[in-house]
Structure formats: structure tokens, C-alpha cells
Nanobody, 117 residues
């Protein structure tokens, strides 16, 4: 059974930073097959950051502010979020897939990030 456990969410003020962590257990994933999504109330889920063939993907809304990184030894992926804005408020989900050509299949429970103005 695959488990993805996120941590690091919280309440911050605009301009501050947070780092989210996601650890995988139950199956050995290559951490470059793990990514981050978010969903704000009343909005569709948004793909925020992940590894793709030859590099990294970042949504336009976070490009230049968020950075995805990984620690293969810990089977953990991180999302460093800087210069946070109120519009970044959402539940952030870690996800994993089997290969770059497949959709994300495994999901964490989510961690709430709230940015106050």
C-alpha cells in the first residue's frame, strides 16, 4: 500500500515562506516521479510543480517563487514556497506516478496552506 505523507503547511503572512515535505512509503518511488498540486476552495486542482523529461515544470502562477527539490535517500520531495501571496492559499497535495508517461496515480491527504494579507 502506497502512502504519501505531506507536512509543513500552516498560516503565514504575505511575503513569508514555507517548505512542504512529502515522504513516500510502501513502495519505492523515484522521487523525480513525485509532484505537487493544490486546490483552492471553489477552484479546480492545479498542477503546481513536478519533474518532467529534461527538467522541471512550474505553473505560471508560482514560477520564480516555488522550487521543487528531492532527497532520494529519504524518499522525500520538498516544495519551497517563497514570497507567498494570499492567492496561494489552498490545500496542497503530493502525488506520485509510475512513469513520466503516466498520470499521477497516488495522492497524499493534503496539507493546508493559508496566506493572510
Amino acid at each position: 500500500q502506497v502512502q504519501l505523507i505531506e507536512s509543513g503547511g500552516g498560516l503565514v503572512q504575505a511575503g513569508e515562506s514555507l517548505r512542504l515535505s512529502c515522504s513516500a512509503s510502501g513502495r519505492t518511488f523515484s522521487t523525480d516521479l513525485m509532484g505537487w498540486f493544490r486546490q483552492a476552495p471553489g477552484k479546480e486542482r492545479e498542477y503546481v510543480a513536478g519533474n518532467v523529461w529534461g527538467g522541471y515544470y512550474y505553473s505560471d502562477s508560482v514560477k520564480g517563487r516555488f522550487t521543487i527539490s528531492r532527497d532520494n535517500a529519504k524518499n522525500t520531495v520538498y516544495l519551497q514556497m517563497n514570497s507567498l501571496k494570499p492567492e496561494d492559499t489552498a490545500v496542497y497535495y503530493c502525488a506520485a506516478r509510475i512513469s513520466f508517461t503516466e498520470s499521477y496515480k497516488y495522492w497524499g491527504q493534503g496539507t493546508q496552506v493559508t496566506v493572510s494579507s
